[in-house]
């Protein structure tokens, strides 16, 4: 079946690290949504990106969706202790079927 | 401004019988989902609707039963819950574009299967 993977499960990083997760998706994604959700909360709405090749910045996060639309990177410079949380990618397929990645889970030491 | 809000927030049951859990959204968006998070499996669409009346099965639909009777509420039953059905579930919504557009969710039932 459709598989939405992301790497790396868990990254620990010093404040001020860069980080960066990668999204990998088994099938052509119509477009790419990025959630963030913090530890015990719910997910919230970051970018979506819709075209091959297209790149969003929203400050110090970087979007990029990959040629192909099957694939997508989402990189934070300089973390900060707020960035702390799990990133999700998301999107539909083309069959009206919607799939979350399995989520990186980002951790910033002070 | 409510938002979308969930009920009840945590709920413990036992295997076989019957649970409902409650969403509703002030916003008057067209689409609902229903999600249940695993960990090691992300979140999973269970059911989707496109307005009232209006519902479609998601990756894991088994199990489930969804209604939409009213655009402002989209409750999801476990007719008969058993252990694998422990999860978290949000709800969410969408004002329009269906699979495409941002979705907002609700703050998430923790519920338990003893």
């Known amino acids: 079946g459709q598989q939405v993977m992301q790497i790396p499960q868990y990254q620990h990083v010093q404040e001020g690290e860069d980080f960066t997760t990668y999204c990998n998706s088994s099938t052509t994604l119509s477009n790419i949504q990025w959630y963030k959700q913090r530890p015990g909360g719910h997910p919230v709405f970051l970018i979506q990106?819709?075209?091959?090749?297209e790149v969003k910045k929203q400050k110090r996060l970087t979007f990029q969706f990959g040629e192909a639309k099957k694939n997508s990177s989402l990189h934070i410079t300089a973390t900060q202790t707020t960035d702390v949380g799990t990133y999700f990618c998301?999107?539909?397929?083309?069959?009206?079927?919607?799939?979350f990645g399995t989520g990186t889970s980002l951790t910033v030491i002070p | 401004d409510a938002g979308i809000t969930q009920s009840p927030r945590y709920k413990i049951t036992e295997t076989g019988r019957q649970v409902t859990l409650m969403c509703h959204q002030t916003w008057s968006h067209s689409y609902m989902f229903w999600y249940r998070q695993d960990l090691g499996h992300g979140l999973r669409l269970i059911y989707y609707s496109a307005a009232a009346d209006i519902t479609d099965k998601g990756e894991v639909p088994d199990g489930y039963v969804v209604s939409r009777s009213k655009t402002e509420n989209f409750p999801l039953t476990l007719e008969s819950a058993t252990r694998s059905q422990t999860s978290v579930y949000f709800c969410?919504?969408?004002?329009?574009?269906?699979?495409?557009?941002?979705?907002?969710f609700g703050p998430g039932t923790r519920l338990t299967v003893l």
């Open positions: 990106l819709v075209k091959s090749g």
């Open positions: 969410a919504s969408s004002l329009r574009g269906g699979l495409s557009n941002e979705q907002f």
């Open positions: 998301a999107g539909p397929d083309t069959g009206n079927q919607f799939y």
